[in-house]
């Protein structure tokens, strides 16, 4: 049944990828609604996976889905240290991802007491993450008043229009803006940008999924108060004299990013170099054994 790289966990139990198991009925493949977390294990061990999960269940209640059936972060601990030995995975860097949605009835009035099903998948994580291109594209992000910004939801067509643009430009992501025209974030990351030993990024205000590698970020240079850090509103224009930018996720950490519509920044900026050893030592600290 299946081979050793090919498994995933559903409701729990191990079973091979290559099986069927979301039901005609799942409102997940009917109308997207669902919500997951994604992040990296490193060699068994995570980083704030609390607050990952802390997160997937807030995504939950804004669907109005009860979260029972959601296993308890001791299980999922277990559950997920459970697949990554399956998948030979325990003593590499791994990247996790963790979907929930349910049954129900047809229409978009979901009273959100369908069965909750749960489905864990990992795969190896890259050794290296080369600096990436970005391009501006057209797609905005969703407003938070129209799609609250406190969860990653399986409706993704507005990061996959976003993304597809930037492809069609030559770059790697797609640099995003708010229907008012500030800087938002990329379809996959948080953004940060430096100049004269400033740190720059975009507010909560900006119809930004408020990362948790962003907020470890901002915790970690506000302790160091060696940079100014500023959280706002800006204008594409505020980059075009910025001396560095880097975007944050779980996966990627802190990567600096080669260039935006063709302009070069610098992907060897001391402060962008002394905020990835920040991080590295951070985390360092608050990792956690899965098992």
Not at 24 to 38: D, I, K, L
Not at 63 to 87: C, F, H, M, V
Not at 100 to 121: A, F, K, N, V
Not at 247 to 276: A, F, I, W
Request: hydrophobic content about 40%.
């Amino acid at each position: 049944m299946g081979q050793s790289n090919n498994w995933i966990l559903f409701d729990g139990q191990l079973q091979s990828a290559e099986q069927p198991i979301v039901k005609a009925n799942s409102r997940g493949m009917m109308y997207g609604e669902g919500v997951f977390e994604t992040f990296r294990v490193y060699q068994g061990r995570t980083l704030l996976l609390e607050e990952h999960i802390n997160r997937l269940r807030d995504g939950l209640g804004v669907l109005g889905i009860s979260a029972p059936g959601i296993p308890s972060l001791d299980e999922l601990r277990k559950n997920t240290a459970d697949l990554l030995q399956q998948k030979e995975l325990l003593a590499t860097d791994a990247i996790v991802r963790i979907q929930c949605w349910q049954e129900g009835m047809r229409g978009y009035q979901s009273q959100g007491s369908g069965t909750l099903h749960y489905m864990i998948m990992a795969s190896k994580c890259p050794n290296f993450f080369e600096p990436p291109t970005l391009a501006t594209v057209d797609v905005r992000r969703i407003p938070s008043q129209a799609l609250p910004s406190v969860g990653k939801f399986t409706n993704g067509i507005n990061y996959i229009l976003a993304a597809r643009e930037a492809a069609q430009k030559g770059a790697d992501d797609a640099l995003m803006q708010t229907m008012n025209g500030w800087v938002s974030e990329t379809t996959i990351a948080n953004l940060f940008w430096i100049k004269n030993d400033q740190i720059f990024t975009p507010s909560e205000a900006c119809d930004l999924l408020p990362g948790i590698t962003r907020q470890a970020i901002i915790t970690i240079t506000e302790d160091k108060q060696q940079w100014a850090l500023n959280e706002g509103q800006y204008r594409l224009r505020t980059l075009d004299d910025a001396e560095a930018i880097f975007m944050c996720n779980s996966v990627r950490e802190v990567l600096s990013v080669h260039q935006v519509d063709g302009k070069k920044y610098d992907t060897d900026h001391p402060v962008t170099k002394e905020v990835q050893q920040l991080y590295s030592s951070f985390r360092a600290q608050h990792l956690n054994a899965l098992q």
